[in-house]
């Protein structure tokens, strides 16, 4: 240990003469030899000299006074909010607050202990991310051969056809695995710098524990309060690899990964799909108009004049358009009731047997007396898209400036939910402006912006998205299928609850800038013409 020591001492050299290096001048923080000692000595110095070993130059636990740094604090001045010496209480802070040097170091040091434990709880969290980062660089290879021989052994089935496919998923996932392995490289060395600067944190704090020096806890205090503990931590997980059937007589294959790192929806040879069949039903191969609905809404400047329609328990529907009203609609195309409302019928839905809409700012219900009631309000942000969940909550799309959210509310009013951003903190939306809840509780929104639908599970967690789509609402039937109209295409699409494109709905005679749709029941939807202010009843099932 001593030859050691001695190595390390040898290796630094004497501050004046470059001779190796014995002592050390605190005051001055001069490294000196031995002869040099006496030369340093005749040195005047305001702050005087401490020569002491040089080994055991770091050990000072003394606090020495500002104003005569020959002497050491013993007292400590509440008003100036500094260490001081038995000079200063008689002279210049003679008639300020003081208290004892020993409890202001006993104050600092609790500051110092309560974030140090502060600190360390974190670390444990740390340790099992670095942990759980490790163990998926370890697995990563035998998990990416794997999915390697999944896309293998479909791809022996199409022969020729699907070879240059199959080489084109083995270099996507390639990609991939490039990609997922750099990530979590950085995050397993950030992990590993988190950790180190804990234990710093940590092996300052056992120093100054035995220490007196009340400048240096001061100075260490707000380093280690602005050391930030772990908030949130992305977790990653590998590609999913689905299958689905070949057509024989088209040879149209869909496969791809799914989640991308829980990012991105990867997909291959998406082409337009044939008829499938659904549970018990099948779809018309031309969906038919079984009757029509002028709405009479007047048209605006841009000549739109049907927005919105949801539909009741009774099978009626409410329509909104241009004008301020609502009109309850039967089946048959008879007008059954009207009713005056505060803004344009834009965005609907029916809650508790009660037609719900958007305001300026608030969320509003028509009651049974046909009053407008405020249910709540939406602060700053403006709403847009409504629709009632299973949990029997309301999901709402609000907008500020260039932000867009999902919140969930309870009926009075309550924040349950926010849904914002992905995995990677990204923004969800650009513009969500239509909104519905799937029979498994995912979320999809319409996103005018990015002229796409976006959903997520229950949880808010990105599950996919559907691009290609322009200012559309959304519903969804009783199976779970997606149905979006497509405002600029004059079609349907609809998709089945993965998000995979099962076909266009076009009804015989066609469809003329659709945008309001809901499911009736029995096959049949209900489609609105923006331009044309016509409501459509549209049978797309077979009996």
């Known amino acids: 240990m001593m030859e050691s020591k001695n190595e390390a001492q040898h290796s630094v050299e004497c501050d004046l003469c470059q001779q190796p290096v014995s002592f050390f001048c605190r005051r001055c923080g001069v490294n000196l030899c031995d002869p040099c000692v006496t030369i340093h000595l005749r040195v005047k110095s305001k702050n005087g000299h401490d020569i002491v070993d040089y080994t055991s130059k770091d050990d000072d636990d003394t606090c020495h006074c500002d104003s005569h740094p020959q002497n050491d604090c013993s007292a400590y001045c509440k008003t100036c909010d500094a260490p001081i010496c038995i000079l200063c209480v008689s002279i210049k802070h003679k008639s300020h607050e003081m208290s004892e040097l020993s409890d202001k170091i006993e104050e600092l040091l609790k500051v110092i202990a309560k974030e140090n434990d502060r600190l360390q709880s974190s670390k444990n969290e740390l340790e099992k991310n670095l942990e759980h980062t490790t163990n998926m660089l370890s697995s990563i290879s035998s998990f990416y051969k794997q999915r390697k021989d999944e896309v293998t052994a479909h791809g022996e089935k199409w022969h020729k056809l699907i070879e240059e496919t199959v080489k084109i998923l083995h270099q996507e996932l390639d990609d991939m695995q490039k990609e997922h392995e750099a990530v979590l490289q950085k995050q397993k060395k950030e992990f590993e710098e988190m950790i180190r600067r804990v234990d710093d944190m940590n092996g300052k704090t056992v120093k100054l524990q035995k220490s007196k020096n009340v400048k240096e806890m001061q100075t260490f205090v707000p380093v280690i309060q602005n050391r930030k503990n772990l908030n949130k931590v992305s977790q990653y997980s590998f590609p999913t690899f689905y299958e689905c059937k070949i057509d024989p007589n088209y040879l149209q294959t869909y496969f791809g990964y799914v989640e991308k790192m829980q990012v991105k929806k990867t997909s291959l040879l998406e082409n337009e799909f044939k008829e499938r069949e ?151 939306y650009k513009n969500a402006i239509y909104i519905t809840e799937n029979v498994n509780g995912d979320i999809i929104v319409t996103d005018r912006e990015k002229k796409a639908v976006i959903v997520v599970d229950r949880l808010g967690i990105f599950r996919y998205s559907y691009s290609g789509v322009t200012f559309s609402t959304v519903t969804t039937d009783s199976i779970g299928h997606v149905i979006v109209t497509d405002y600029h295409g004059d079609k349907i699409h609809m998709l089945d609850r993965d998000g995979r494109f099962l076909r266009y709905i076009i009804p015989e005679g066609g469809i003329n800038v659709p945008r309001g749709v809901c499911i009736l029941g029995d096959g049949e939807m209900m489609v609105g013409e923006t331009k044309t202010g016509i409501a459509k009843r549209i049978k797309y099932l077979k009996e």
């Not at 841009?302 to 099978?315: G, H, P």
Request: glycine share 8%; proline share 3%; with cysteine.
């Open 278 to 428: 659904l549970p018990g039903r099948t779809i018309l191969e031309v969906p038919t108009v079984t009757s029509v609905i002028d709405t009479g809404f007047p048209a605006s400047e841009t000549n739109n004049r049907l927005y919105d329609m949801a539909v009741t328990d009774d099978n009626k529907v409410w329509m909104g358009g241009q004008s301020r009203e609502l009109k309850l609609f039967d089946l048959q195309g008879h007008l059954q009731h009207t009713v005056s409302i505060t803004t344009r019928g834009i965005h609907l839905c029916m809650y508790n047997k009660q037609v719900v809409y958007s305001g300026t700012k608030d969320v509003k219900m028509i009651s049974d007396t046909d009053n407008v009631v405020t249910m709540f309000t939406t602060g700053d942000w403006t709403p847009y898209g409504v629709t009632s969940a299973a949990s029997g909550d309301l999901l709402v799309c609000l907008r500020k400036d260039d932000q867009s959210k999902v919140v969930r509310y309870s009926s009075t009013g309550t924040v349950l939910q926010e849904i914002q951003y992905d995995s990677q903190c990204q923004p969800l």
